[in-house]
């Protein structure tokens, strides 16, 4: 194409024609501009040819004036609405049988015998049309070119004939599909707008919209005060790396507001495409509210847990225990006077401490004795053990030797349940064989990691109990009820690892609230 334009004319000129044309397809100019410029172009060629491009309006089974610089506007108003039907001249013929029509003689073509008088008038003797078409074969108009003479097209300009064609047909097509997506753009911006959840879009962590509801949550004056900041800077440390990562699905996170405080979101994110550019769309949902009285429940359910605890241990652990030491006593009686029941009164004596040491072991589970009596260190040493004999886990223990001398009982309350959690699901979801735990302090805090040999997060069959569930948010309100955060890793070269971080204040941790957990 290039070496036909280049042997049809030299110079300056022609270069910048050229170029121009070249950056048709992608100008956001009317319509009718980008195809008046094309057409004079292509006119250039032959100084008597003049060119129309018709716009085709399927809905209506018409032609419509698109542009033609050249041709008379009295013989451009006459065509305009030509029905796409065979017989209706070049261009309603070629619409219809989506093929290029040469006419070389319109008084002499009976495609054009109701508009030879119309073409005679306006001095047109010639037309070749070429029917548009994209790239999904759908009809897009038509490119006419009209001589003043009879004539048909040399080899050349059939050549030209197709190219003129395939550039208006780019154009268009390029047109139409940005005014769809603008369109498109536009309503999903309204509908944003008047959505009720705050609604964020970001490139590469770059927020490029904001609508009024995202602005209130995070107590702003004006959405547009986040347009072109890092959405770092709204977002808590502790969720930062998760949700620039976030691009589909949902994901609990807590935002920073202007004020300083904090606010508590699920995020639904999914991609998007705007400005030819795909982007994150995230809309976020309060949910303070409702965590809020998740923690209240969550209190309520741990102190009606404690209370349990207790009448299972000195209620009923105490009868069964009375019980017992009533059973051996009349066994014994029995036991000389009818020999033969001796092993029968064995199990059931067996049976009934059995009975105690379960119970006593769901008092411990359930209750803040084992951490009261023993301390965090002897509290999951029990754990550890009650884990490989009811989940077949190995688990590996590491407690920094300080931690007793340091550490708060409501803080070692919390953290012995975090690890509670933690090891119920990595035994319900993870299919793990070893689980570590691990308590370090350092000088500023106290760092508790409970890591896991597992699937992981990306492989399980059921992520989101274990990445956003209800498990996990109960660990988080614990970290959170000691000052701390608590972050999940994937492991490699596979497993999961659940990292508590919590702040030393004065050389101990302080809980934020009085009430226990």
Request: glycine share 6%; aromatic share 4%.
């Amino acid at each position: 194409m290039i070496g036909m334009l280049q042997s049809s004319w030299a110079g300056e000129d022609t270069l910048r024609a050229l170029a121009r044309l070249v950056a048709l397809g992608a100008s956001r100019e009317p319509l009718v501009a980008l195809l008046d410029e094309l057409l004079r172009f292509v006119e250039r060629l032959t100084p008597d040819m003049r060119c129309s491009i018709l716009l085709a309006d399927l809905s209506a089974g018409v032609l419509r004036c698109g542009a033609a610089p050249s041709l008379p506007l009295a013989y451009t108003r006459a065509i305009n609405g030509l029905p796409i039907a065979e017989g209706i001249g070049s261009c309603g013929t070629a619409a219809a049988r989506r093929e290029t029509v040469i006419v070389s003689d319109i008084a002499r073509s009976y495609l054009w015998r109701d508009y030879a008088d119309l073409a005679k008038t306006h001095g047109l003797a010639a037309c070749w049309s070429v029917p548009l078409m994209d790239n999904s074969s759908e009809l897009l108009g038509t490119c006419a070119m009209y001589y003043s003479q009879p004539r048909a097209p040399t080899a050349a300009e059939e050549d030209w004939i197709r190219i003129a064609g395939t550039l208006a047909a780019m154009v268009i097509q390029r047109h139409r599909d940005a005014e769809r997506l603008h369109a498109s753009e536009a309503r999903y911006r309204q509908l944003a707008e008047t959505c009720p959840d705050a609604v964020l879009v970001h490139s590469d962590g770059c927020i490029v919209y904001a609508n009024r509801a995202a602005a209130e949550l995070l107590h702003l004056q004006d959405p547009e005060a986040m347009i072109a900041q890092r959405l770092e800077r709204f977002v808590n440390p502790e969720c930062q790396r998760d949700l620039l990562a976030h691009c589909t699905g949902v994901l609990a996170a807590s935002l920073h507001r202007s004020d300083g405080a904090s606010v508590y979101v699920e995020i639904a994110a999914s991609p998007i495409s705007m400005d030819g550019h795909m982007m994150t769309l995230l809309v976020c949902r309060d949910v303070t509210e409702r965590l809020t009285l998740e923690h209240e429940l969550l209190d309520v359910a741990s102190r009606e847990q404690a209370h349990l605890a207790h009448d299972l241990h000195d209620g009923l652990g105490q009868q069964l225990t009375g019980i017992a030491l009533f059973l051996r006593g009349l066994g014994n009686q029995i036991v000389r006077e009818f020999p033969a029941h001796a092993e029968d009164f064995e199990r059931v004596n067996a049976l009934v401490s059995k009975s105690i040491e379960d119970t006593r072991r769901l008092a411990s589970g359930m209750s803040p004795i084992a951490v009261e009596r023993a301390g965090l260190a002897g509290a999951l040493t029990a754990l550890s053990a009650q884990a490989k004999e009811l989940y077949g886990l190995q688990v590996v223990l590491e407690i920094d030797p300080l931690f007793h001398t340091v550490i708060e009982s409501r803080v070692a309350l919390h953290l012995y349940r975090i690890v509670q959690e933690a090891m119920s699901n990595v035994a319900r979801h993870a299919h793990a064989t070893l689980l570590k735990i691990g308590v370090q302090l350092t000088d500023s805090e106290l760092n508790l990691v409970i890591a896991d040999d597992g699937i992981g997060l990306a492989e399980s069959p059921q992520p989101r109990d274990r990445a956003t569930g209800l498990g996990l948010r109960i660990m988080r309100y614990r970290a959170e009820r000691v000052g701390g955060t608590l972050r999940i890793d994937r492991c490699s070269p596979h497993g999961t690892a659940i990292r508590v971080s919590c702040p030393l204040r004065g050389g101990s941790l302080v809980l934020r609230a009085e009430s226990d957990g």
